[in-house]
């Protein structure tokens, strides 16, 4: 199976700030990667697929970029409604895998 | 506007069985991939299956292989999960979402307690 990580696991920041979460896979994915949003309680929110593409109806402040084995997503100005955990998931080989999360909370 | 509601979940003793169920509605169901995913309390997601358009093409992770089983039925808008020989290990909300790789819209949860 392949495995991701995320880092960091836990980021503490400030509205306005800019933050950057790195999902690393354990072999090459190409750009078969997804990002996730979730709030305590709720399902969660496809933000990017294919590694930089922005889902219909998320903000632009929310990017994507990598290939192979290295991914970042990118808030370039964070906002209250940001403060969630953000999930990657490979969409390259079976089984599906997410990566562990990175918890992004208010300093 | 898109919706998938679960139901099914509930509590269930170890060595149970449970079937899941998720009405979809909003869009055009026989179109689309749906999976299953998972989430234990406090815990990360789990990609759990898949299914295509007509049932026909199905992937599990392998810890699931043998224990449970997607299908759908598209006369009804619906999908399923049926899990057998539940484990404690096996407590989590449980998750209908659309698409085959990523997914773009989910159901709140059901949220399944495998328990003595």
């Known amino acids: 199976d392949i495995q991701l990580t995320q880092s960091p696991s836990f980021l503490s920041a400030s509205v306005g700030d800019r933050v950057s979460i790195t999902c690393r896979a354990s072999?090459?994915?190409?750009?078969?990667l997804a990002w996730y949003q979730q709030k305590l309680g709720k399902a969660p929110k496809l933000l990017i697929y294919a590694a930089s593409t922005l889902q219909s109806g998320v903000s632009s402040r929310f990017s994507g970029s990598g290939s192979g084995t290295e991914f970042t997503l990118t808030i370039s100005s964070l906002q209250p409604g940001d403060f969630a955990t953000y999930y990657c998931q490979q969409l390259n080989t079976y089984p599906l895998t997410f990566g562990p999360g990175t918890k992004v909370d208010i300093k | 506007e898109v919706q998938l509601v679960e139901s099914g979940g509930g509590l269930v003793q170890p060595g149970g069985s449970l079937r899941l169920s998720c009405e979809a509605s909003?869009?055009?169901?026989?179109?689309?991939?749906m999976s299953w995913v998972r989430q234990a309390p406090g815990r990360g997601l789990e990609w759990l299956a898949n299914?295509?358009?007509?049932?026909?093409?199905?992937y599990y992770v392998d810890s699931m292989k043998g224990r449970f089983s997607i299908s759908r039925d598209n006369a009804k808008n619906s999908l399923y999960l049926e899990m057998n020989s539940l484990r404690v290990e096996d407590t989590a909300v449980y998750y209908c979402a659309r698409g085959r790789s990523w997914v773009d819209s989910w159901g709140q949860g059901t949220l399944v307690t495998v328990s003595s």
């Open positions: 909003g869009f055009t169901f026989t179109i689309y991939w």
């Open positions: 072999q090459a994915i190409s750009s078969y």
């Open positions: 299914i295509n358009q007509d049932g026909s093409e199905k």
